[in-house]
Nanobody, 115 residues
Framework: QVQLVESGGGLVQPGGSLRLSCAASGRDFSLYAMGWYRQAPGKQRELVASISSGGSTRIVDSVKGRFTISRDNAKNTVYLQMNNLKPEDTAVYSC?????????WGQGTQVTVSS
């Protein structure tokens, strides 16, 4: 049974940092792409960052220079390091692992940036 469990969300002040983790289990995900999405209230879900099985990364422009995505294939885990957080980064962050048309989602973790 495939399961994705996110952790690391919470409340942080503007300018602060958080590191999100998404641990996948149930199969070997080393050949899967991994990504982080977010959905703010009243907005559509958007892709924030992705990393291929080979380690190539994509970061959305709004967080470039502040967010970094990485993965540890030995642990089937993908990370999102978020620095210099802004109030507009407030959202539910979810991870997704995918290979072609097959994809699995985590349950999401809340990130709130507020003073």
């Amino acid at each position: 049974q495939v399961q994705l469990v996110e952790s690391g969300g919470g409340l942080v002040q503007p300018g602060g940092s958080l590191r999100l983790s998404c641990a996948a289990s149930g199969r070997d995900f080393s050949l899967y792409a991994m990504g982080w999405y977010r959905q703010a209230p009243g907005k559509q879900r958007e892709l924030v960052a992705s990393i291929s099985s080979g380690g190539s990364t994509r970061i959305v422009d709004s967080v470039k220079g502040r967010f970094t995505i990485s993965r540890d294939n030995a642990k089937n885990t993908v990370y999102l390091q978020m620095n210099n957080l802004k109030p507009e980064d407030t959202a539910v962050y979810s991870c997704k692992v995918s290979s072609g048309p097959v994809g699995y989602w985590g349950q999401g973790t809340q990130v709130t940036v507020s003073s």
